[in-house]
């Protein structure tokens, strides 16, 4: 069975190796953009104890395995503030969600996506944005399939590369 928690200090290595393989799993897209420093982990251990746990606006939930009691995905979030000239100054932005390779196609990532949706209805938030990598269909599809919508495109110049 599975349990949807507000992340606490317990949870945080297991969140570290999450997010290591979150980002590892995403060099196939663009491994220059996505590789990680050798203390990764401890500069992500370090700014979610700083910034993301105890804080109004910041979120990070985990699925729990409550027959192992290991952590087996996550999701993180929070509430963004628009430039002080638009009439809509907040919006929620979906960060990061991840399910363990040995636990998908069980409906993880639906119950964290629910959870943090949840969340930020609680904080009257309007609208959620998030970012996706655009060789990366099935996050696409499954964020599509809970009715994101694509309305912007980030664009990116590598300065490395003009002539």
Not at 35 to 40: G, I, M, N, R, Y
Not at 41 to 58: H, P, W
Not at 111 to 116: G, S, V
Request: aromatic share 12%.
């Amino acid at each position: 069975m599975i349990e949807i928690k507000e992340i606490n200090h317990e949870h945080l290595s297991n969140l570290a190796r999450l997010q290591k393989a979150f980002i590892e799993e995403h060099y196939i897209y663009n491994e220059e953009y996505y590789k990680l420093s050798p203390d990764a982990s401890e500069i992500f251990v370090d700014y979610v104890k700083k910034n993301m746990i105890n804080n109004k606006d910041k979120i990070v939930f985990v699925a729990e395995d409550t027959q192992t009691k290991t952590i087996v995905g996550y999701i993180s979030g929070w509430v963004e503030q628009k430039s002080p000239f638009y009439l809509n100054k907040e919006y929620g932005y979906l960060s990061n969600i991840y399910v363990n390779s040995t636990h998908r196609g069980q409906g993880i990532s639906k119950m964290l996506i629910n959870r943090l949706l949840d969340w930020f209805k609680q904080r009257n938030t309007k609208h959620i944005e998030l970012s996706v990598d655009t060789k990366n269909p099935t996050a696409i599809n499954a964020f599509e399939k809970h009715g994101f919508k694509e309305f912007l495109k980030r664009m990116r110049l590598s300065l490395d590369s003009q002539q």
